[in-house]
C-alpha cells in the first residue's frame, strides 16, 4: 500500500511539473498564445508616428509582410523637410553635417544597420540592402555612403537651409544639451505640440497578417553632436530589437543610456521571461535609473514594445512620451506612455 501511495504522489508531482514546463514555454512564446492574436497591427514612436503608420498599413491591410511596411512606413519622416531630427532636413552636428542612422530586423532573424552616413536621405532603404545584399550587419560613415550609390542611390545634400540657420544660431553658444521631450514640444508659438513641425527618432514595430514581426528604427542623431557620434538608433539590440516567437522593442531618447544597458534587447528577453510588452519596457527603465541616477532624472528615454499576440506598451523616464498605433479597428490612435519621474512643478 505504501508503495502504491508513493507511486500515486510521484505521478500527481510529475503532471504538476510538466504543467508548469508547459505553462513557462508558453508565455516564452511557444505553443499556442494564450489570447486571440491582433493582427496586423503597426506601433512606432511619438505623435506624428501617426503619419508613417499609414503608409505602413497600406502594406499590411493588403497581405503584405511586415519588413516592407515598416521601412516604407518610416521613410515618410526621413522624407519630410520639416523633420529637423529624421532623414533629409535633420539637423546637423557641430561641424555642420547632417548624419543618418538607421537599422531594419525581419522575422527571421536578418538585420542590417548603417550609421554616420552622410548625403543619402533613405537610410533605412540602406540598411536594408546590407543585410539582404551584404554579409554584415552595419556599414558606417564613407563605406555605407559608397554601398548606397553602388547600389543606385543619388547623393544629395541633406542640410536645409532651416536647418543650416538653427547650426549657426546654436554655434553662437556653442551648448549641448539634449531637450527632453524635444519630438512634441514647440520651437515657436505657431509650433504647437505633436504637429507637422515638432519630430524625433521614428521606431517602428509590425506584426503582419501572417503574424510575422519585423521592426525599422531611423535618426540623424542628436543635434549639434560631435562628429562621428552615433546613439542607439541603429545598434540592433539597443534601439531595435526583434525575436519573432517573442516580440520586438525599440526606444527613443538619450541613446548612450540605452546602450549602455542593451536596452531593447533586454525588453525582448523580459517578455520571454513571461512580463507583459509595459512591465518588460518599464523593468529596461528602470535599470537607467538604477545605474546612473544623477544623469536619469534630467534627460528621457521611452521604449515600446509588442510581443506576438500584437499586445502593446511602453515605459519612459519622464513625462511627455506618447505612441502611434494603426490596426483594422483604427488608424490614427496615439496613446501616452507612462513613466517613472513625476513631473517638476513650474
Known amino acids: 500500500m505504501h508503495s502504491r501511495r508513493k507511486f500515486i504522489k510521484q505521478g500527481i508531482l510529475g503532471a504538476a511539473s510538466i504543467g508548469t514546463v508547459a505553462s513557462a514555454l508558453s508565455c516564452q512564446g511557444e505553443g499556442k498564445p494564450s489570447k486571440t492574436v491582433r493582427k496586423p497591427i503597426v506601433i512606432s514612436t511619438w505623435d506624428f508616428g501617426v503619419a508613417a503608420n499609414l503608409a505602413a498599413w497600406e502594406i499590411l ?126 520651437f515657436a508659438t505657431e509650433k504647437l505640440p505633436g504637429n507637422k513641425y515638432n519630430h524625433d527618432t521614428i521606431g517602428m514595430l509590425a506584426l503582419d497578417a501572417d503574424g510575422n514581426l519585423s521592426g525599422a528604427c531611423t535618426t540623424s542623431g542628436m543635434a549639434f553632436k560631435m562628429h562621428g557620434r552615433v546613439g542607439d538608433s541603429p545598434i540592433i539590440g539597443a534601439g531595435l530589437y526583434v525575436d519573432n516567437e517573442v516580440g520586438g522593442a525599440t526606444s527613443t531618447g538619450v541613446g548612450e543610456e540605452v546602450i549602455r544597458n542593451v536596452g531593447s534587447f533586454l525588453v525582448v528577453e523580459l517578455m520571454r521571461q513571461g512580463y507583459s510588452p509595459e512591465e518588460a519596457c518599464k523593468e529596461a527603465v528602470m535599470r537607467i535609473v538604477k545605474k546612473k541616477p544623477e544623469i536619469a532624472k534630467d534627460i528621457q528615454v521611452g521604449f515600446l514594445a509588442m510581443n506576438k499576440n500584437g499586445e502593446y506598451g511602453s515605459y519612459a523616464l519622464q513625462d511627455g512620451f506618447t505612441f502611434a498605433i494603426c490596426d483594422s479597428a483604427k488608424q490614427d490612435s496615439i496613446e501616452k506612455g507612462k513613466f517613472h519621474y513625476k513631473p517638476k512643478e513650474g
Open 61 to 186: 491591410k493588403n497581405n503584405g509582410r511586415a519588413l516592407d511596411a515598416v521601412e516604407q512606413g518610416v521613410k515618410v519622416p526621413e522624407a519630410d523637410l520639416k523633420n529637423t531630427t529624421v532623414g533629409k532636413g535633420g539637423y546637423p552636428d557641430r561641424d555642420g553635417h547632417v548624419t543618418l542612422d538607421a537599422c531594419i530586423m525581419d522575422e527571421l532573424g536578418n538585420c542590417g544597420s548603417v550609421a554616420a552616413m552622410e548625403d543619402i536621405a533613405h537610410p533605412i532603404s540602406v540598411a536594408r540592402l546590407v543585410m539582404e545584399k551584404t554579409p554584415h550587419v552595419m556599414l558606417v560613415g564613407e563605406g555605407a555612403r559608397q554601398f548606397a550609390l553602388e547600389n543606385g542611390f543619388t547623393a544629395e545634400k541633406l542640410l536645409t537651409a532651416e536647418s543650416e540657420e538653427a547650426w549657426k544660431e546654436w554655434l553662437k553658444e556653442k551648448k549641448y544639451k539634449p531637450v527632453m521631450n524635444i519630438e512634441n514640444k514647440s
